[in-house]
T-cell receptor, first 114, second 113 residues
Framework: DGGITQSPKYLFRKEGQNVTLSCEQN?????MYWYRQDPGQGLRLIYY???????QKGDIAEGYSVSREKKESFPLTVTSAQKNPTAFYLC?????????????FGPGTRLTVT | AQSVTQLDSHVSVSEGTPVLLRCNYS??????LFWYVQHPNKGLQLLLK??????LVKGINGFEAEFKKSETSFHLTKPSAHMSDAAEYFC???????????FGQGTTLQVKP
């Protein structure tokens, strides 16, 4: 089955620790995205990458870092500098060949920091 | 700049009655518009998309939306609600040619038996 996988589904960390969220896709998509979702709010873009070894900050990049060493993988690190890291994190991908900008989403990782 | 406004944060309908979720958009050119659905603690699933073809767009699970340029609206409808339709719905516009999506705040659809 083609799709996007995120692991783990639930993640718990102590305050002050960095944590890395995994995102893998086998759709052969060039572009990948990370979003944050808080209760009662829409999705906010953290980082995105349109091609391997290149990525751009989204609207709320502070306290986060990413890498794009492989086309299939786009891990997100939530650093201790992120003031309010508890949230639901969603990864998505899209094809640059298609002009419709449709994005495909993973199942999400719920991060709780205490 | 592109933006979307979902006019209702919460909509409640009875099973078997019509669904209307309202969305207005702002765009300086012909937009690409989407509706996504999210069930609790799940990722988002694409319901339908408008990309300057037919103004009436049919999606999955009986949903459809009509693009009205004069009203800058892209409302989502379904003739008869099912219990399984209860979820969060997001109206989304693509931002220029970057591939970035801009999400509305979401509308929670409650379906009562």
């Amino acid at each position: 089955d083609g799709g996007i996988t995120q692991s783990p589904k639930y993640l718990f960390r102590k305050e002050g620790q960095n944590v890395t969220l995994s995102c893998e896709q086998n759709l052969n998509h060039d572009a990948m995205y990370w979003y944050r979702q808080d209760p009662g709010q829409g999705l906010r873009l953290i980082y995105y990458s349109q091609i391997v070894n290149d990525f751009q900050k989204g609207d709320i990049a502070e306290g986060y870092s990413v890498s794009r060493e492989k086309k299939e993988s786009f891990p997100l690190t939530v650093t201790s500098a992120q003031k309010n890291p508890t949230a639901f994190y969603l990864c998505a991908s899209s094809s640059r060949v298609q002009s419709s900008y449709e994005q495909y989403f993973g199942p999400g990782t719920r991060l709780t920091v205490t | 700049a592109q933006s979307v406004t979902q006019l209702d944060s919460h909509v409640s309908v009875s099973e078997g009655t019509p669904v209307l979720l309202r969305c207005n958009y702002s765009s300086s050119y012909s937009p690409s518009l989407f509706w996504y659905v999210q069930h609790p603690n799940k990722g988002l699933q694409l319901l339908l998309k408008y990309t300057s073809a037919a103004t009436l767009v049919k999606g999955i699970n009986g949903f459809e939306a009509e693009f009205k340029k004069s009203e800058t609206s892209f409302h989502l409808t379904k003739p008869s609600a099912h219990m399984s339709d209860a979820a969060e719905y997001f109206c989304v516009v693509a931002s220029g040619n970057t591939g970035k999506l801009i999400f509305g705040q979401g509308t929670t659809l409650q379906v009562k038996p």
